[in-house]
């Protein structure tokens, strides 16, 4: 069973920083795509940066400069860094795993139940 813990959420000011952490496991980590995505209420649930098992890595323009995703597959972990914190990031964050749970297996899409960010003074 495919299970991804999200950690690090909370209350912080404008211009603050947080890290997000999202531990998987029940997936083969290191041949997983890992992204960062969020839902604001009442809007869609859009993807804020995204970790590919070939060492890239792509963030939304909103966030560029500011946020870092980075992974560790020795701990199955992969982190948001947040920088510079906006009102306007305050959402829901939600991490996503796109990988294999076995090496005989295909590709599946799986999600955390989400952190909760809020950005506010």
């Known amino acids: 069973q495919v299970q991804l813990v999200e950690s690090g959420g909370g209350l912080v000011q404008p211009g603050g920083s947080l890290r997000l952490s999202c531990k998987a496991s029940?997936?083969?980590?290191?041949?997983?795509?890992m992204g960062w995505y969020r839902q604001a209420p009442g809007k869609q649930r859009d993807s804020v940066a995204l970790?590919?098992?070939?060492?890239?890595?792509t963030s939304r323009d909103s966030v560029s400069g500011r946020f870092t995703i980075s992974r560790d597959n020795t701990q199955n972990t992969v982190y948001l860094q947040m920088e510079s914190l906006k009102p306007e990031d305050t959402a829901v964050y939600y991490c996503?795993?796109?990988?294999?749970?076995?090496?005989?297996?295909?590709?599946?899409?799986?999600w955390g139940q989400g952190t909760q960010v809020t950005v506010s003074s």
């Open positions: 029940g997936i083969i980590f290191s041949m997983s795509d």
């Open positions: 970790s590919f098992l070939d060492g890239r890595t």
């Open positions: 996503k795993a796109t990988g294999p749970t076995s090496r005989d297996s295909g590709y599946s899409e799986y």
